[in-house]
Nanobody, 127 residues
Framework: QVQLAESGGGLVQAGGSLRLSCAAS????????MGWFRQAPVKEREFVAA????????YYTDSVKGRFTISRDNAKNTVYLQMNSLKPEDTAVYYC????????????????????WGQGTQVTVSS
C-alpha cells in the first residue's frame, strides 16, 4: 500500500505558475503509475496528467497541454506537476493518484484505474 501527500497549492494570479508535489510513502513509487486529477466546484473529477513508471510515457488532457508538465523523481518517491500560464478555469482541488503497474510504460487516464489517492491541494487562480 502507498500513502500520497500533495503540497504546493495556493492562490495565484492568472498567468502565474505553481508547482505541485506528491510525496509517496509506504511503498516505492517506482512500482506505480502516477496521475494528477482535479475537481472544480460542482464539477466531476477530471484527468489532468499521468506518467508511467519509467517516465517514458506521459499523457495530458488537452486543456493543459503546453502549459503543464508532469515529472517524477523515483529516488525521492515524488511526482511533480509544474503548472504555467495558469487560467481561472484551472481553479480546482488537485489530487495525486497512484496505481500499481507491472508494465513500466503503462499510463491510465481514468480515475477508476487508480487505487490510491491523496487528500488534495487547493489551487485558486484569480483573474
Amino acid at each position: 500500500q502507498v500513502q500520497l501527500a500533495e503540497s504546493g497549492g495556493g492562490l495565484v494570479q492568472a498567468g502565474g505558475s505553481l508547482r505541485l508535489s506528491c510525496a509517496a510513502s509506504g511503498r516505492t513509487s517506482s512500482s506505480y503509475t502516477m496521475g494528477w486529477f482535479r475537481q472544480a466546484p460542482v464539477k466531476e473529477r477530471e484527468f489532468v496528467a499521468a506518467i508511467s513508471r519509467s517516465g517514458s510515457n506521459i499523457y495530458y488532457t488537452d486543456s493543459v497541454k503546453g502549459r503543464f508538465t508532469i515529472s517524477r523523481d523515483n529516488a525521492k518517491n515524488t511526482v511533480y506537476l509544474q503548472m504555467n500560464s495558469l487560467k481561472p478555469e484551472d481553479t480546482a482541488v488537485y489530487y495525486c493518484a497512484a496505481t500499481r503497474s507491472y508494465n513500466t510504460n503503462t499510463v491510465y487516464r481514468e480515475d477508476r484505474d487508480y487505487s490510491y489517492w491523496g487528500q488534495g491541494t487547493q489551487v485558486t487562480v484569480s483573474s
